[in-house]
């Protein structure tokens, strides 16, 4: 079975700086896309930033500029590193596994999420 487990999450200030982690397991990590989606209260959730399996990055305008995703496949572990935080970031945040190696296709496999919450 596949699992991903979030990690990073917590209480910031505006203008601060995060970097989620997301472990996975029971399967070859490095042939899948993976991202990383939020959801705040009351909201649909959004992508926030993708990886493909070769590396190649997409974000949401929304955290262009101030988010980075980044993959490590000797560790399993996908990252998003959180610059310049506000209070409009705030939300639970999803590790997620794509279907294929480019995230096009959606994603089939999800953590239970990290909470992140910017003060202001």
């Known amino acids: 079975q596949v699992q991903l487990v979030e990690s990073g999450g917590g209480l910031v200030q505006a203008g601060g700086s995060l970097r989620l982690s997301c472990a996975a397991s029971?399967?070859?990590?490095?042939?899948?896309?993976m991202g990383w989606f939020r959801q705040a209260p009351g909201k649909e959730r959004e992508k926030s930033a993708t990886i493909s399996a070769s590396g190649s990055t997409d974000y949401a305008d929304s955290v262009k500029g101030r988010f980075t995703i980044s993959r490590d496949n000797a560790k399993n572990t996908v990252y998003l590193q959180m610059n310049s935080l506000k209070p409009e970031d705030t939300a639970v945040y999803y590790c997620?596994?794509?279907?294929?190696?480019?995230?096009?296709?959606?994603?089939?496999?999800w953590g239970k999420g990290t909470l992140v919450t910017v003060s202001s």
């Open positions: 997620a596994m794509g279907r294929t190696s480019i995230p096009q296709f959606g994603m089939d496999y």
């Open positions: 029971g399967r070859t990590f490095s042939s899948y896309a």
